[in-house]
């Protein structure tokens, strides 16, 4: 499959042979096409696979590929092979090949002029944008991970997969396991006018699975500690007001909870110590769509 990146859309083609090829076809964002999902965030169009191949492009010059350790040493082309060793990495196979691994083959056809124009009223306001957007991708895309609950109990779990999962209880968002093992559980109650929305009432952090050790943040922004109401947060959490809509808790062991007030959003983040350590409702966080609820 060839696929051509534009800012306002992706077309794809599948070749049934040489010379008899199907005519492209344009995909709006967000999408999904076999194993591979679209989406935009912000100028920037993000490509994730379950076979352990992430792409970001910023719509104009700046592209951003990941792949998981299970393609060491198998790649080959201008990103090098690899294989950990950089004095090798300008040993070519093709110099028309961006990145190629296995039966996959993944080609930039064609980069879009166009670059959201709204922004381009200065070179200052350019410079800057693309800045900030380039340290927010990599924070974001590449050193952690996000998982999210929104609106009426839709999720996406930490490799990017969606689902809604509509109930009225105590679920586990989170589980981590290993060092600096932690528990995060969501209560769900009814609100709206005639109680017929899903709210998030609470989120629970618990430490080391000791129930002396937990923190809950509240709708309309209350913190409880407790049972143990002497249990010193301070050095491992830290919590505060990050707007008048946001609380927010951040760990020193790469756990980050944003958690709105009003109940209807929730966002964890996770960085990359903890891939393949992750079970419950945000998965397994280990770059498969596929086995997030096994």
Same mark, same amino acid.
């Given at each position: ?13 599948? =070749? ?6 199907? $005519? ?5 964002? $967000? ?17 994730? &696979? ?14 951003? @590929? ?8 198998? $790649? ?19 110099? %028309?090949?961006?990145? #190629? %691994?296995?039966?996959?083959? +993944? ?20 410079? #800057? ?10 924070? &974001?895309? %590449? ?51 005639? %109680? /017929?929305?899903?709210? @998030? ?7 080391? /699975? ?16 407790? =049972? ?13 007001? +990050? ?13 980050? @909870? ?37």
């Amino acid at each position: 499959m060839i696929l051509n990146l534009r800012s306002s859309c992706i077309s794809a083609i599948t =070749p049934k042979s040489d010379l008899d090829m199907e $005519p492209t076809k344009r995909l709006m964002l $967000p999408q999904t096409v076999g194993n591979v999902f679209f989406e935009r965030l912000a100028d920037y169009i993000l490509v994730k &696979t379950t076979f352990g191949f992430s792409l970001a492009w910023d719509g104009n010059s700046g592209i951003y @590929i990941k792949l998981t350790e299970d393609h060491h040493g198998k $790649p080959c082309g201008l990103c090098g092979n690899f294989n950990g060793d950089k004095y090798d990495d300008l040993i070519l196979q093709n110099m %028309f090949v961006l990145v #190629a %691994f296995g039966t996959v083959l +993944i080609m930039i056809a064609q980069v879009a002029h166009i670059y959201n124009e709204l922004l381009r009223q200065t070179e200052i306001i350019r410079t #800057a944008i693309h800045y900030y957007l380039s340290e927010y991708l990599y924070l &974001t895309f %590449f050193s952690q991970a996000e998982c999210s609950v929104t609106g009426n109990s839709h999720f996406t779990t930490f490799d990017g997969r969606h689902f809604t999962f509509l109930g009225i209880c105590q679920y586990i968002l989170v589980k981590g396991t290993g060092k600096n093992k932690f528990t995060i559980t969501l209560q769900k109650t009814p609100c709206g006018h005639n %109680f /017929d929305h899903a709210c @998030i009432e609470s989120v629970t952090l618990v430490l080391e /699975d000791d129930v002396n050790k937990q923190v809950t943040l509240t709708r309309y922004g209350q913190v409880q500690m407790g =049972p143990n109401q002497g249990f010193n947060i301070n050095g491992a959490i830290e919590i505060r007001n +990050i707007s008048s809509l946001f609380v927010q808790l951040k760990t020193n062991f790469g756990l980050k @909870i944003l958690f709105a007030k009003d109940g209807e959003r929730i966002y964890v983040q996770v960085d990359i110590n903890w891939k393949r350590r992750t079970l419950g409702l945000c998965g397994t966080y280990n770059g498969n769509l596929r086995d997030d609820f096994l």
